[in-house]
């Protein structure tokens, strides 16, 4: 049954907007009439509105995806109804009515409805990109051939759990030092623009030199007092334009990511990051039974990397012509050799599958091993830069008074 984006007042004479299932327009019209609303505004969940002359797009032309939170409830949430044995039309149903965000209700209804009409659940998941990964699309199309498409949902489950907790374990991470530097800038600011112009001053009714440090501090606080705001703004608007340049020149990305890999230690976490990406996708495929080439060509497209997703591109083609798995991965240059030994031992032991787990798990935890040595590196860093240049501001004000003391001594 198609879902029906609507806007209708309701009996308390307020606007309200939801979604709503009929068997068509006509029928959720009626439907919202029977709850004593008056519709304002219907269109079918999938329908995207035109642009206005102005340009603008309405609120419900904005496709939004899901975050990985809300992809790990709901692959759960679908995975434990399936598992119960319902059919796949009412876990979808019920997944929908349990949740509370009209947004998430209204593209679960989209999907139900085409799995209603008779196509593939794979198939109605690709209609929705913006929400749905290629990895997630393939291996629901793989459950769903072999007939297993409860247990692959469980596994994907897990997987997006994982990739959930571990954002959410870096973001943890990252507010004691997000709020250190903040602190630093603030109080760095605060000095600069209130306290050091009061101490200098004093020192205009002396008709003696003033000390390099002092002479310094001067021209960076008349500098910041003078032109602070413009330089944040320009900051700010330069951050701006190179995100927006980044998003849309794939060449200036690629030569970014260039020189991030050439960085001793960001290069070296960027890899790993990629290599356990590209091992866990290729893990989950496998085992849900998508062939090894369709397995690497999607799991290539997965990596964010543009070099090394290039690299494992040509490594793909090579498998096609032949080669073995883990040769065409050492040719990258981008695999570890234990990743390439345990590869190889899968290959060879049929084993393919649990091996490349184990690489995913190691690479894993060698990515958590370096962004928990990174964080304890950091914050004793801005600790420390901190107090440096708080102690180039005492020095440069104090210096003259040091100096005055000892004229007058």
Partial sequence: MPAFHYVAINSDGKEQKGVIEAESEKHARQLLRDKAFVPLNLRPAQEKKAAGKTGRLSAFSRQKGLS????????????????????????????AEQTEKQRIKALILSVRSKVVEGHALASALREHPEAFTALFCATVAAGEKTGHLDKVLVRLAEYTEQQWQMKQKLKTALIYPAMIVLVAFGIVGFLLEYVVPKMIAVYGHLNQALPLMTEILIAVSGFVKSYGLYVLIAIVAGVFMWRRAFKRSEALREKSHYFLMRLPLIGYAVKTADTARFSRTLSILSASGVPVLEAMTISAQLITTIPIRHAVEDAVHRVREGASIHLALKQTGYFP???IHMIASGEASGQLESMLERVAKNQEDEISRLIEVALALFEPAIILIMGVIVLFIVLAVLLPIFNLNEFTG
């Fill in 68 to 95: 990985s939170k809300e992809l790990a409830l709901f692959t759960r949430q679908f995975a434990t109804l399936l598992s119960a044995g319902l059919p796949v039309e009412e876990s979808l149903a019920a997944v």
């Fill in 337 to 339: 050799p234990m990743s």
